[in-house]
């Protein structure tokens, strides 16, 4: 894949960075404890090239950072390649990066936490974040923020929603995911069918949708489905679709799930329809054949953020994206990453300089060149950096048109278990197996019971 060259930084940024990186001083909130120890868990590890075993340039002393997120070795790369680049300017400091997929992630990192030794920086999801940030296992980074007069002006506003809090920010974000729909050209053609647009409501995707369901091989099995969803987590398709119904998801205070109210049963009751009454959608023990049945070429169209463009940039069809189709008003659902430090870190101030580099401009100018998300900062989201990238040749323009009437994924407290009982819960219906109704209504109390647990 084609990468971008990161733009060189000028001579008086790098100076600042070094200046402050070297610094021996820290947070006043912040203890000192000893220093941590890494691990050897089988995880992609890479170390910045030089070891920072001697400084003869600044004088500074040595200083080990670990860096832990989830992904791919093909983000390991661009990561470590941010590393490095910050390793350039500040000598002393050596970052360390672990990249794990998405389970051995979490795994690890309650491990660590449990143990007293995180990763002095590392991912966060935005809907977890309100967890972590409870449990005072992260470094309030407000007075650093204002120390450093560090802006957050020029972010996206709903990229912070989520990182806020009373007592300021722990966390900060580094891409955006709006959700758009992404469609395969070649099947909308072969099926004489228009491309979808910002025109197309779900009548227009059960209409057409026909069209593009298909027995393609003539054994009397569909094997090409219209529409593809994982339906587990609200963020792929079913959050939007419940407030394009001007339905809820949960009440403001986090204290009681409108899932099963009013019109948040109309988008419901439409799932259930695609799949079953138009059999435009196939039920997750088929599409689980297919693999990513829109990579695989079983579905003409699947709604998702910008995280899956470097994996379809590898198929051999043509395709492009289009905003969601709308129901009673337009809508869908935008999630963010992010980057916190652990609060037991022996090295504060080089972590909060490196969190400043992966969230600032060399970092999600280095990003986007993956094309794993959009930026959080506006200009760089609006730049040829991110709207020329070489990811591929597709309307990248068209997730900043959908961040104008995209609602923040819902975060709280106990969100991970709240979204395991619908996740878990809701699979008989997607099976066939059980009715939408009685399902809910025996899935939002126990959901209420997380929700009022997690208030406490």
Not at 129 to 151: K, M, W
């Amino acid at each position: 894949m084609k990468k971008r060259i990161v733009i060189l930084l000028s001579l008086l940024l790098a100076f600042a960075l070094v200046t402050v990186a070297c610094s021996t001083s820290t947070p006043d909130e912040v203890e000192e404890n000893e220093p941590q120890t890494g691990d050897d868990t089988g995880e992609e590890q890479v170390g910045t090239d030089e070891e920072a075993g001697e400084d003869e340039q600044t004088g500074g002393e040595p200083v080990d950072l670990t860096f832990s997120v989830w992904g791919d070795p093909e983000e390991l790369k661009i990561l470590q390649e941010i590393a490095d680049d910050f390793h350039a300017e500040n000598p002393n400091v050596n970052v360390t990066v672990t990249v794990s997929d998405w389970d051995t992630y979490w795994d690890k990192l309650q491990t660590q936490l449990a143990g007293g030794t995180p990763p002095d920086v590392f991912a966060m999801d935005a809907p977890l974040y309100a967890d972590y940030q409870s449990r005072d296992v992260l470094l309030n980074l407000q007075p650093l923020i204002e120390r450093d007069n560090f802006a957050l002006d020029g972010y996206y506003e709903q990229s912070l929603v989520c990182y806020e809090t009373p007592e300021g920010y722990y966390g900060l974000p580094r891409d955006i995911q709006p959700g758009v729909m992404y469609y395969n050209k070649d099947m909308f053609d072969a099926a004489g069918v228009p491309y979808p647009d910002e025109t197309w409501t779900w009548d227009d995707v059960i209409e057409y949708g026909q069209q593009l369901t298909q027995d393609t091989d003539g054994d009397g099995t569909t094997d090409q489905y219209a529409l593809w969803a994982d339906l587990w987590d609200m963020e792929l398709l079913w959050g939007a679709l419940i407030w394009q119904h001007e339905g809820n998801i949960v009440s403001d205070d986090y204290t009681q799930t409108l899932l099963a109210e009013g019109n948040a049963m109309e988008a419901w009751q439409l799932l259930e329809d695609m799949i079953f009454e138009y059999g435009i959608m196939p039920s997750p023990s088929v599409a689980e054949q297919f693999g990513d049945p829109f990579e695989s070429g079983n579905v003409a169209m699947t709604p998702a953020g910008h995280w899956v463009v470097p994996l379809y940039s590898n198929v051999d069809f043509n395709w492009d994206v289009a905003p969601l189709p709308q129901a009673d008003k337009r809508a869908t659902i935008v999630n963010s990453v992010g980057f916190v430090i652990g609060k037991d870190t022996q090295h504060p101030e080089e972590s909060w300089e490196f969190l400043k580099y992966l969230v600032g401009e060399p970092g999600q100018r280095k990003v986007t060149s993956l094309g794993l998300g959009v930026p959080t900062l506006i200009d760089i989201a609006n730049s040829d950096a991110y709207l020329e990238q070489d990811t591929a040749d597709i309307n990248h323009g068209l997730f900043l048109e959908a961040m104008e009437y995209a609602q923040v994924k819902p975060c709280f407290r106990g969100y991970d278990e709240w979204a395991t009982i619908f996740g878990d819960g809701m699979y008989s219906i997607w099976l066939g197996e059980a009715e939408l109704e009685p399902t809910l209504n025996e899935l939002v109390p126990q959901a209420d019971q997380v929700l009022q647990e997690a208030q406490e």
